[in-house]
């Protein structure tokens, strides 16, 4: 949204007032609800007749108002804004989480590549002992389950 100067701004609260048939009662209680303290006084001087040309205490009168009622009522493009925002606000959450499962997935990789390498060099040291074996006239034999090298007879 497009800074507005004070001038225009509150010909914009002053529209928004009367497009939406609001009091300055409303106005009070809206910003009271907000959390914001801006005195019924305050709220009228902003409301009367050639306030736009008049200095306001931007902090603490015109923009605890402008907030309310720009917020709530205010441009259709703010509106519009505000739901991009949140889809924003959504997909990134969904890519934080996406991003943990990621981080779960490559630790698991690197367990299993872990447990790949240790698989490699047990076999590796079986061929080794399997090798010896054979140039000592040995043989593997399987016998009530269990695999042992023993010396072929001639």
Request: net charge negative; glycine share 6%; hydrophobic share 35%.
């Amino acid at each position: 949204m497009p800074q507005l100067n004070s001038h225009d701004l509150i010909l914009r609260l002053k529209e928004i007032k009367a497009e939406h048939n609001l009091t300055i009662q409303t106005i009070f209680d809206m910003t009271e609800a907000s959390g914001s303290h801006v005195s019924i006084n305050s709220i009228k001087r902003i409301f009367e007749d050639g306030s736009e040309n008049k200095h306001f205490r931007s902090e603490d009168t015109l923009q605890p108002v402008a907030r309310i009622l720009l917020g709530v009522f205010g441009d259709k493009q703010n509106q519009e804004i505000g739901v991009l925002q949140a889809e924003i606000r959504a997909k990134d959450e969904l890519i934080d989480h996406l991003r943990g499962q990621i981080r779960v997935k490559d630790d698991r990789i690197d367990r299993l590549f872990d447990q790949t390498e240790d698989l490699i060099q047990k076999i590796q040291k079986l061929l080794d002992r399997c090798e010896g074996c054979r140039m000592g006239g040995h043989a593997w034999h399987t016998i009530d389950g269990k695999t042992d090298c023993m010396k072929q007879s001639e």
